[in-house]
């Protein structure tokens, strides 16, 4: 059986109980922020205060979140009720406000419009050209689907662990808007797809 103290920010999305719950029974223990799409898997181990993985390394210095995600250079402010700063070389910035229990969140994102709903039933909302409608399960993870433009929608699953939830709304959301939105199937997919043609090919000098 699935502990909820170790498995379910849902129960703690209320937000003052987020911060506090199964502070106990997970100290000591590995936690992990997992992202699975159909067509790729992405696991990074939380502490309280870093992200790391092959493709997000993340620490954060106070009320500063630096590093690099998915290869672009990370530079955010964790001040109060919003969080801002650079992505790559793109401006972010996010506000947020709890209504009824659930966490709002509006502005930019790598200089896209980005909205998300994060509560303790669902996560919903956009990231640049995507849009995100997950549900919880009984595990405790979100769970449903991402479309981008005119692909098909294509099912996602997260996992948030409470070592992330714990470290406040403004941590929460900028790492999850990193993961969601930088990933290779998401809104900057598309973006990045120019770059990997290989160079000195005119395009019709295909044969």
Not at 50 to 77: C, E, H, N, Q, W
Not at 80 to 85: D, S
Not at 154 to 166: F, G, Q, V
Not at 173 to 201: I, V
Request: hydrophobic share 30%; glycine share 12%; proline share 6%.
């Amino acid at each position: 059986m699935t502990s909820s103290h170790t498995r379910r920010p849902g129960r703690v999305l209320a937000l003052a109980t987020l911060l506090t719950l199964g502070t106990a029974s997970a100290e000591g223990k590995e936690q992990y922020l997992y992202l699975r799409t159909s067509r790729s898997a992405h696991t990074a181990g939380v502490t309280s205060d870093s992200i790391s993985s092959p493709y997000l390394r993340l620490s954060r210095d106070g009320k500063t979140l630096r590093g690099r995600a998915f290869g672009r250079v990370v530079f955010l402010g964790l001040n109060g009720q919003e969080l801002g700063g650079t992505v790559g070389r793109v401006l972010t910035r996010m506000s947020f406000e709890e209504h009824d229990g659930v966490l709002q969140a509006r502005g930019s994102f790598y200089g896209r419009p980005a909205e998300l709903n994060l509560s303790a039933e669902s996560l919903t909302g956009t990231l640049g050209s995507c849009s995100y409608e997950l549900t919880v399960t009984r595990d405790g993870d979100y769970q449903g689907s991402r479309s981008c433009g005119d692909r098909p929608r294509r099912p996602l699953l997260l996992a948030i662990p409470p070592a992330l939830a714990r470290q406040g709304p403004a941590m929460m959301l900028a790492t999850l808007a990193l993961m969601l939105g930088s990933d290779p199937e998401g809104p900057q997919a598309r973006k990045a797809e120019p770059r990997r043609r290989p160079a000195g090919r005119s395009p019709g000098g295909r044969r």
